[in-house]
């Protein structure tokens, strides 16, 4: 894989490449944009996974692994930590 394209995959699917999103914050690799951008797509993420989770749709085994949380809270901090806000969730 290309630096280009692995750079790509970080910003499309970082939860595939970081721990927490607060290793967004700290890979020296990103610019500031690009940090934004990843952790927008973590929080999205994040927000679909508790939205399908609240309307009954999780699958079997979610939530055995604490991993397995959204992590919405950890995308928040990360991103006050870089000085973006989070998205505000439309209402419906």
Known sequence: MSAHSEKKAKLEKPANYYK????????ADLSPEEKRQALNTWEQD???????SNEGMAGE????????????GEVVRAKAKIGAKPK???SH
């Open 61 to 72: 085994d979610e939530g055995l692994d604490k991993g397995d949380s959204p992590r919405l």
């Open 46 to 52: 994040a927000r679909q996974m508790m939205t399908a």
């Open 88 to 90: 505000h969730k439309q």
């Open 20 to 27: 927490s999103p607060d290793d967004i914050t700290n890979d």
